[in-house]
């Protein structure tokens, strides 16, 4: 993958939007999470952090209160939305498919012997006219889930290119190491009133590194029908259960687990990646993976 500058730029009074730059490269991200096989040589890189400054406290458009668990937030787009309860549950659509839900996170602590349920640590959410902001606040460690949804498309002139919908960044401060599971449950669903069958059955498919870990890959959502695919990943993640065939049908949430390092990782966001191709084309991953380096 080639370097990009990320650049947004804050406002006199202190909200953050992107630039065009910004949006092109969250966007091509998106879609070379799906490029691997045809283009095996690639890998997958978290991006480096940069200041999101506090908005102004007499800002009519920013809105900043502690967490009620159990209320709805909403960051919507032209090409997807995230939506869940302030705790920082959430389900993803990217227009018109629902291509995962119950997104939850726990975490463990080098040398804090008690797993934490991350969600039960949600403090404060922060909303402005472009993103928001979940954050989590726990003895051990600090994360903040920020979250929006980019309104155009990778390829705008190819209405059949891969769609890209929200991004979350995760963005951690710790003074140890910390492990970070990822669970959600795959959904791939049409939007009503089209006709939805069968569950998606999940592929990890992983790429560049080389290691047996499998750690710079990514799940491919399958169907019975192959005009329809979806991609998930976290850049520097390992797949979680994933239950072999012989199994007895039962349900296993997909995970990504992903292992934070302060020395390593403290100036790093690691962005959730998700991807869906509608077409016969688009939905193999050579498909993807040419359409996202012409779209570069």
């Known amino acids: 993958m080639r370097n990009f500058a990320v650049l947004p730029i804050s406002r006199p009074d202190g909200s953050f939007r992107h630039t065009a730059l910004w949006q ?34 007499d800002d009519p458009l920013s809105i900043r ?3 009620r668990a159990h209320e709805p937030f909403t960051v919507a787009g ?20 629902k291509l995962l839900s119950h997104m939850a996170i726990t975490a463990q602590v080098e040398g804090y012997p008690v797993p934490i349920d991350v969600n039960q640590q949600a403090a404060s959410i ?16 600090t994360l903040r889930q920020i979250m929006f949804s980019p309104s155009t498309l990778v390829n705008a002139g190819d209405a059949e290119a891969p769609s890209t919908g929200p991004v979350v960044l995760f963005q951690v401060e710790a003074r140890h190491p910390v492990d970070l599971t990822f669970r959600f449950t795959p959904e791939m669903l049409w939007m009503w009133p089209k006709r939805n ?17 499998g750690v710079d890959g990514y799940y491919v959502l399958h169907l019975d029908y192959p005009d329809l695919s979806g991609a ?10 994933m239950a072999p065939y012989q199994e007895r049908p039962q349900v296993h949430p997909l995970e990504l687990r ?9 100036d790093r966001y690691f962005p959730l990646l998700m991807a869906v191709g509608a077409t016969t084309e688009t939905a193999t991953n050579e498909g993807a993976g040419r359409d996202a380096w012409e779209a570069e």
């Open 126 to 141: 922060q909303v402005h006219p472009d993103h928001t902001v979940i954050t989590y606040a726990h003895i051990g460690f």
């Open 24 to 57: 092109r490269v969250l966007q091509i991200s998106l879609l070379l999470l799906c490029a691997s096989t045809a283009l095996p040589a690639q890998r997958l890189h978290p991006i480096n952090a940069f200041p999101l400054k506090a908005p102004a406290t």
């Open 78 to 97: 032209e090409r997807g939305m995230l939506v869940g309860r302030q705790a920082g549950s959430f389900e993803a659509w990217i227009l018109p498919i």
């Open 258 to 266: 992903l292992h934070y390092d302060p020395k390593r990782d403290g």
């Open 197 to 213: 069958g069968g569950a998606p059955s999940a592929e990890w498919v992983g790429h560049g590194s080389g290691a047996a870990s």
């Open 65 to 67: 209160r502690p967490v």
């Open 232 to 241: 998930v990943t976290i850049p520097g993640a390992e797949p979680g259960v």
